[in-house]
Nanobody, 120 residues
Framework: QEQLVESGGGLVQPGGSLRLSCAASGMIFSLYDMAWYRQVPGKARELVAY???????NYEDPVKGRFTSSRDNTKNTVYLQMHSLKPEDTAVYYC??????????????WGRGTQVTVSS
């Protein structure tokens, strides 16, 4: 069964850094576009970044220049390196997988999320 497990979240001071990991199993990882989303209570889940099967990346404006996504197909893992963290980055971060090139969200796979809290 396909599974995504996020790790690396925690409490960090403003200006600090964290690296999130998302380990995939039960799927041919290299065939999936991977994305990171985040959600705060009372708000919709929002896209943060994605990385395609061809290692093309895209970042939403609030994180552009501060976050970097990468993937290691030998480890079936995608990463989100976060620098210069701000209190507004506080959220539960979710890993998402979609078959490469698909636009249909019905095929999406989601992790359970990892909490990131940015606070002094």
């Amino acid at each position: 069964q396909e599974q995504l497990v996020e790790s690396g979240g925690g409490l960090v001071q403003p200006g600090g850094s964290l690296r999130l990991s998302c380990a995939a199993s039960g799927m041919i990882f290299s065939l999936y576009d991977m994305a990171w989303y985040r959600q705060v209570p009372g708000k919709a889940r929002e896209l943060v970044a994605y990385i395609t099967t061809h290692n093309t990346t895209n970042y939403e404006d609030p994180v552009k220049g501060r976050f970097t996504s990468s993937r290691d197909n030998t480890k079936n893992t995608v990463y989100l390196q976060m620098h210069s963290l701000k209190p507004e980055d506080t959220a539960v971060y979710y890993c998402n997988a979609r078959p490469g090139g698909y636009r249909d969200s019905n095929f999406d796979i989601w992790g359970r999320g990892t909490q990131v809290t940015v606070s002094s």
